[in-house]
């Protein structure tokens, strides 16, 4: 199908939700929407709802694939799988190891992203997240302590060579002595940075985000929590103006009542929708490594061996946007976006995905009215089932 229209209930297009109406797929990318009926092939969709593909923008892997396999095919039927399940697009993001490690995991993901062939149908790679090393002990959670050290822009500088440019976000822990100068010197560079895995007080947090840190990472977990007397990291993302926070919404990492606090608090056009997802996401129940640790996958989490302690989620990220809608926390419609729009704009990508407008890959989502998902297209073509 080199040109059709989509005709669907509902459309979550950059102006507004539009209703019922046609909206235009030509060589792989999206063309107008319309009420009025074009002369062209129909895909008839129903009382469905379309909607652009999601972003993830903090995942580690999926479908027994992980960044620190260093595998570029890997990475790619990682990809695959996840547009099976809505995502279009992902930021594969490390973990905390060592230079070298991260230099050939970042490697690895620009030459699964350089070999694919025209009309891969599979989840695109917009850019890399590094997740680490910059962290600090108190808040490490899956992190391995090895590694951890303070910010250094020659280590960057190093990963980023080895990415060939397509580094994009790099996360650090705020109360590093180091940290604003590395925050503006990569602000300065558009990288985005994000403050987490962090025992960083209110004040250090917002000395943080004054020098350019404009994210924070899986908001809630692995940071100072909110004291009335000490608000904490948690308290600076609330506050914060123009800010984005991460926000794992598999109802385990973080209540529902703690995402609608979140919400409230920031509002859901500065939530981002992401999953922290492992490797072993897709897989059974059962033992994984996951950066360099022993993890065990049981009862939808993932956990360190010997541990209570979570190392990840196995979450997809379009169960997450069901999710916030199901806990009616925000409507069907902010929830796409806070799972496309919004995360995309969070990590400065959204000059490529998260967006249904003209000229652009067609990459969308066809929901349920209940948001379950029912196809994914990528590049205007739907993503084969398994």
Not at 241 to 263: F, M, N, S
Request: glycine share 12%; aromatic share 8%.
């Amino acid at each position: 199908m080199s040109s059709y229209a989509l005709h669907a209930e509902r459309f979550v297009l950059p102006g507004g939700l539009a209703g019922a109406g046609y909206l235009m797929v030509s060589d792989g990318l999206f063309g107008a929407w319309s009420a009025e009926r074009p002369s062209c092939e129909i895909v008839e969709l129903g009382d469905s709802w379309v909607g652009p593909g999601l972003v993830d923008t903090h995942i580690h892997g999926f479908f027994g694939h992980a960044t620190t396999d260093r595998d570029p095919q890997g990475i790619n039927e990682a990809s695959l799988e996840l547009a099976r399940r809505g995502t279009t697009a992902w930021l594969p993001t490390t973990f905390t190891d060592s230079v070298e490690s991260i230099a050939a995991q970042c490697a690895a993901i620009a030459d699964a992203s350089d070999a694919r062939e025209k009309g891969f149908i599979g989840a695109r790679i917009p850019g890399i997240y590094l997740e680490g090393p910059f962290f600090t002990e108190k808040h490490k959670g899956a992190q391995n302590p090895a590694y951890l050290k303070a910010p250094s822009y020659e280590d960057f500088s190093l990963w980023q060579e080895h990415a060939r440019g397509l580094i994009v976000k790099s996360a650090l822990a705020a109360e590093h002595e180091e940290a604003p100068a590395y925050i503006a010197r990569l602000a300065s560079e558009g990288v985005i940075t994000a403050l987490g895995h962090s025992d960083a007080s209110f004040e250090e947090g917002i000395a943080a985000v004054n020098a350019g840190a404009t994210v924070f990472v899986h908001t809630y977990n692995g940071m100072s929590g909110l004291h009335h007397r000490n608000p904490g990291l948690v308290g600076c993302a609330m506050v914060t103006r123009d800010t984005y926070a991460e926000l794992i919404c598999d109802g385990l990492h973080v209540a529902p009542g703690a995402c609608e606090a979140l919400v409230k608090a920031k509002g859901w056009e500065h939530v981002a929708l992401i999953t922290d997802c492992l490797g072993c996401g897709g897989l059974p129940e059962g033992r994984y490594m996951s950066g360099g640790l022993p993890v065990v996958l049981k009862g939808g989490l993932c956990y360190l061996e010997d541990s209570d302690s979570i190392a990840g989620s196995i979450l997809t990220l379009a169960q997450g946007v069901k999710n916030m809608a199901d806990w009616g926390i925000v409507g069907a419609e902010q929830a796409i976006r806070m799972g496309s729009e919004v995360a995309a704009r969070s990590a400065g990508i959204d000059f490529e995905c998260g967006f249904i407008l003209p000229g652009r890959d067609a990459d969308l989502n066809v929901y349920a009215p209940d948001l379950s998902l029912r196809a994914t297209y990528v590049g205007g073509e739907p993503v084969p089932a398994e």
